[in-house]
């Protein structure tokens, strides 16, 4: 099969997914809404199925599919609360202030091509990047099967969304006499100071083959040809106690007899060395720290944290993807050793999982446990509903729990869902939550029971996240008014309006968990990736 019949194999896969998705979260209203942050509601009624309260703050342009909000200090002033940043599927940037106002928006450089709304799966990161203290927003771009619309990432000023630069694939590819079709980087760009020197590096992988290592000047310091796409983002982590952060990354990769030796169907997790180089290209299976095979594709993004104590170093945690055989392969969570990539545990799923796990001492006894969304489309393996599970790594294989979150008395399947871990009410227990359907479903760190509503009526009392459209991704636990209580963020479609929204839900001390034994507020796992670089560590 040829690499463009497989990116379009790759789009069927998708586009199934998310109408069958679509589809079931049509969800009636929910009467019962946690509310919204002041300033974060739209002027006026759309139809009789909006949000009483008017939920949300419309953004121009399409909503996003499979990318999460970032939430930090962008602007530059920390006087005014954080502010939020969202790209949706049309490649339109925008950034909103701690009181729902849009501060700037534009529109990513993908260059005059088609499928308005397949043009973005990657999410926005926030760092300072040249050292100086001043935010940035790095983005990627591009989507699924666009050949003709360029890909990349590029970097905004988060005062005012000046563009520091743009790092565009296909004037990379033609500087350097690359002949490859598709550019596109779905993949989340993660930021790091990875040798100590005040400024960050750039990781991400792109469809054209390529795994990317940028300065924070956005030029190239390598790039690692891994001989297929790079669907997966970057985590950064110094895995080998050298004092300087490797890259470690998954890729795919097809069966092809005339390498020696000869590369079988699946995927490859890299560790690769993120210093300087005179030669800038990597060839494939050359000059890596370390390369784990496996027989799935690696969409899901590498997490690196110490969840094994009786093993020396950081360990680095892996899902899959859903492309070669779905139904019997990929149906794990794996955990290898930081330091030299070996298997050390696996965690049985009944189906992949492509979203970034999450990690949190959920159940409060001291070990770090382990939190996927894991689909449950039935082309990939599942029984038909998703289902959100636990691990503790450290005391066995099976899962603490297992929960299937319920959308009108049904559970969404998830694609690249990812759950975010924090202590929502204050009451010094972790929480759970993720995007389901269309409602953000928060469950109880300890034992995962079902916090929120997300039947037709709240009629036992419990409170709603429902956001009125279809959500696809991650929400993010952040205080964004600095108050010192956390609210909880996502962005959606709305019902009444192609428009996208973001939402920002208030008031969560009544989600009534069981108390626990940490600090008030804490989140070890706030967003997806785990922070505002994306660097896929705790």
Request: aromatic share 8%; glycine share 12%; proline share 5%.
């Amino acid at each position: 099969m040829s690499r463009e019949a497989r990116a379009i194999r790759k789009i069927a896969i998708l586009c199934a997914f998310w109408w069958s998705f679509c589809n079931a979260a049509q969800a009636q209203l929910r009467e019962n809404l946690f509310p919204p942050l002041d300033g974060w509601t739209h002027g006026a009624s759309f139809n009789s199925g909006d949000s009483p309260e008017l939920h949300g703050v419309l953004i121009d342009g399409k909503a996003p599919l499979y990318t999460s909000p970032v939430v930090a200090e962008i602007d530059g002033n920390v006087s005014n609360g954080l502010e939020v940043s969202v790209v949706g599927s049309d490649a339109e940037l925008h950034v909103l202030s701690s009181s729902g106002q849009v501060l700037w928006e534009t529109q990513l450089p993908i260059g005059n091509c088609g499928g308005s709304s397949n043009r973005s799966g990657s999410s926005p990161a926030v760092g300072t990047i040249l050292g100086d203290g001043v935010p940035y927003v790095v983005v990627g771009y591009g989507g699924v099967g666009q050949s003709q619309c360029d890909g990349g990432v590029a970097a905004y000023r988060g005062s005012d969304g000046a563009l520091l630069w743009n790092f565009s694939l296909k004037k990379f590819h033609r500087q350097r006499h690359i002949g490859e079709k598709f550019s596109a980087v779905w993949s989340t760009p993660a930021l790091s100071d990875t040798d100590g020197d005040g400024r960050m590096e750039i990781g991400f992988g792109s469809f054209d083959r390529n795994v990317y290592l940028l300065n924070g000047d956005g030029s190239v310091r390598w790039y690692y040809h891994a001989a297929d796409t790079v669907w997966s983002s970057a985590a950064f982590a110094d895995i080998n106690a050298d004092g300087r952060k490797e890259l470690i990354i998954g890729t795919d990769i097809s069966a092809n007899k005339y390498l020696r030796p000869p590369t079988q169907n699946g995927g490859y997790v890299y560790a690769l060395d993120t210093k300087a180089r005179r030669s800038k290209e990597i060839g494939f299976r050359a000059e890596y720290i370390w390369m784990t095979a496996f027989d799935q594709v690696m969409w899901s993004p590498p997490v690196v944290a110490d969840v094994l104590p009786d093993v020396a170093g950081p360990e680095v945690i892996v899902a899959s993807g859903y492309y070669f055989s779905p139904k019997t392969k990929g149906q794990w969570i794996k955990i290898l050793n930081g330091k030299t990539g070996a298997l050390l545990r696996t965690l049985n799923a009944p189906s992949a999982s492509a979203g970034s796990v999450a990690v949190g001492d959920v159940n409060g006894d001291g070990l770090l446990d382990i939190v996927a969304a894991v689909s449950g489309a039935g082309r990939y393996g599942g029984a038909g509903k998703g289902v959100v599970m636990a691990w503790s790594p450290a005391l066995g294989t099976a899962p603490i729990w297992a929960v299937y979150p319920l959308e009108r008395g049904n559970s969404p399947t998830f694609m690249f869902h990812s759950p975010i871990i924090a202590d929502l009410d204050g009451n010094g227990s972790l929480e759970v939550a993720v995007d389901s359907g269309a409602s953000v479903v928060v469950l109880q760190g300890e034992d995962g029971a079902q916090l929120t509503c997300t039947d037709e009526s709240c009629e036992d009392g419990t409170k709603s996240l429902f956001a009125f459209g279809s959500l696809g991704a991650a929400p993010v636990a952040a205080d964004i008014n600095r108050d010192g209580i956390l609210d909880l963020v996502a962005a959606s479609a709305h019902r009444g309006t192609k428009k996208g929204t973001v939402k920002v839900w208030s008031g969560l001390s009544d989600l009534n968990s069981e108390p626990g034994p940490h600090s008030a507020f804490s989140a070890p796992w706030p967003m997806a990736r785990g922070n505002a670089a994306r660097s896929g560590t705790p």
